[in-house]
């Protein structure tokens, strides 16, 4: 569509089908690997659950390998874990920074509110599987280190930021800069 | 606590640990049996969903059984299949009555808008699971059948209603009444 | 308009008049009849209501007729009744199944919380009229009976919803194709 | 209640009866009659309504009578005539301030957007009645006139606001404070 | 665009950049003067505020000036003094039209709940400068006097509103047509 | 109190003054002053935006000095220059991480998206005042720095999010402990 709103058009209700409802292969790994952080992202598209409030994605994370440390600017979530195991949390905001992490294990949930910093971290020696379920069609991801040094942000700026020295922060912006 | 308010109180922020954001045991059916309609529902109870705009349970259903047609009042739904296989779908609202509906299989997902009229039937042999996610953290439940025939609507009113005669109301309530 | 959003689209503000904000003929009874359940109903058509988060609707039912079991997925609703009298109430969600309701006369209000079950019954001997407000420009409307009978839902699925017999199914299945 | 929230606190739930959803006698004036402007509101008060965003009064008023001119801060409206006939309508924003009016009679119903200045004006000479909808449980009321001259806002600041003289806002005010 | 909606439209987002989010030129008066009442009015225009739920104005208000009573029908609003003093307030809703108002200085912020009438008059000696912030991007303006003065609301029903004569009202439309 | 809900209780609305509405003294620096980030915070403090979805800040950031890199989980911002000149923007979301910002001089306004990381950097030779604008009372902070590495964050897991090594994480957090 050439008219942009805040969100995504509908289709034309006279044109919807069952299909427009379902997405298929949850079941198995799919959608976006990261070999840099050691996961699979099988991401659920499915265009009823516009304007619905409601998104869901499949993770997989392979040994020793993470979710990176991240945040949905516009949703909460919930995360059930499928198989394997993950140390799993979120932190609280400034200037607490308190952590709130667990170790699940198969048939846990574990929560994260709206806005919240938070991670996973595979430390076991099998593979994890997690379905995770976020409260907006729409809401956003921000990896904290992606966004501090995959970016555009001046050395001096994420140097103060992080009280280190421009020297560090270049060595980091250059290994995100490696595939 | 003796205010009421909409919704549930807040636990006090100085005492939330971790756990208050978990919960265990999805892995395996748990919590209310319906030997009526042939399904086990594992509830999700986390007391940090609260204000969250999430609620998520397991569904466990028998060879042959239902979870009987219902609607959220508060919610839409997005249902996962973890193991075997369900008719799932919906109904669109008056006049058109129109059925949105698939046979789901392991790893399928199917999304129902808030407040419409769904189910999900076992017609396979296998026991089926699913997982729910709904868009609030008090969505409701309301089973068209038990809400015409397990409360205290008149007869003639639910005759009138379903185009039949009292008797036949009167017989499935009955059936209602029977454990 | 060829691009569909999550409601309808707004009028060129320059263009718009007093009429829309208008709409007659709600004295007399007007509008959608339906035979089978003696009811007809006026909708109150303004256009500038859309995003206002309300709508109207005029009812006359007919002695021994009902507005049958329904609810509507986005709105309460509050009624006044102009004439004559009814029983009218709704019933709370699963499990309890309760029922709030009452003999309404003219000059009673009487209110439904957001995507309850309710109804109305004349059991009167004159006619009634209602004026019912809704709290959404869009609150969908689902009959318990014709979602149940009226569309496709499978047989075997309706009967294990009402815990009856398929027969039975077909039976009121047939008395909702008749005009 | 000791606890103040942002509107009401709720009735317990275990303790709601049907009658917490009714409210009688809107065949008839009552309530609040105010002599100065020639109108009764009969406020609608249904305990059951808190959290659902609705509101409801009747509103009569005799010949020669207004409604001042006013608005609602949180809430839209929309008015149905029950009998007689009034003048009514609304004023746009700034810098516009145009009229959207329209003498309704009885079976008219007229909407007003969210905020905005209306009136309503019974230049007719039989009494005119009103059942009024808005759209929130806590819709506010300000009455141009009085929030001008019957508060305690300050001459000089009357008389720049309306282009006049201290004089005519003493003298103006001398008439809000007699009953 | 040729489709109208409630709000703005977006832009492409492929063409978005940083001047989107930017407007220059709040340290000196500029925009809208009213000579009228002695203020400048100098609007932040920032097209990347769509949706956001925010709008900032700068007001130059001269020594016997005011920026007369008002209410915004969608938007709380909290104004800083940057320079200079001005008598600031706001009026709760009927009946009580209690004032709750101050003389603020430098420095000095002052909060006024959504929709309520207020107003600033700078009863000092010297220009006033505030910096205004509402809680919408669409908040709406209406001028007490305007809407009642400035439009085409009858004198009748304006003499009514205001307990006074309708040559009164005429004189002081007479002052709202001269420039 | 002793009862928690999301947000704040409200005063009881009888005691309610004018004082409530008013904060003073954002005309100086004041509040929590951060030496390692070379700020100074005055908080904006008015009991009476509570539930008004807008809360303020004067921020004074010395040359050299930033406020680092941030984001608010629950609001979008608008920040003013009054005095100085700073670096400011904001970074979007992933997979882009694209930069919005530019050099803002006083006078100069500036708008972040809801939950997008931002910051701002003094790197001219006079201090610097800006003067924010929240879009909710209740906006929470998140600093990237601080959510890394002054929290409980598992050295492995902030090493793997940034693509870097357990000592080079020891190091830094070792300065986040240095007061």
């Given at each position: 569509s050439k008219v942009h709103e805040n969100g995504l058009a509908c289709k034309d209700p006279a044109a919807v089908v069952a299909e427009d409802f379902h997405f298929g292969g949850l079941d198995k790994p799919g959608g976006t690997t990261s070999k840099r952080f050691g996961f699979t992202a099988n991401q659920v598209q499915i265009?009823?659950?516009?304007?619905?409030?409601e998104s869901h994605v499949r993770l997989d994370v392979a040994p020793g390998g993470v979710f990176p440390v991240h945040y949905h600017p516009r949703a909460a979530e919930t995360a059930l874990v499928l198989e394997g195991s993950v140390y799993f949390g979120f932190v609280s905001s400034y200037?607490?920074?308190?952590l709130y992490a667990k170790v699940l294990r198969k048939g846990d949930v574990f929560a994260v509110p709206q806005g919240l910093v938070h991670f996973l971290h595979n430390n076991g020696t099998t593979p994890a599987t997690l379905y995770a379920s976020l409260s907006?069609?729409?809401?956003g991801l921000v990896l904290l280190g992606n966004s501090l040094f995959?970016?555009?942000?001046?050395d001096d700026l994420v140097a103060k930021t992080l009280l280190t020295d421009q020297h560090t922060v270049q060595t980091i912006k250059a290994n995100f800069r490696r595939s």
């Open positions: 265009p009823g659950l516009n304007t619905l409030g200037p607490d920074n308190k907006s069609q729409n809401p995959a970016g555009a942000l001046p």
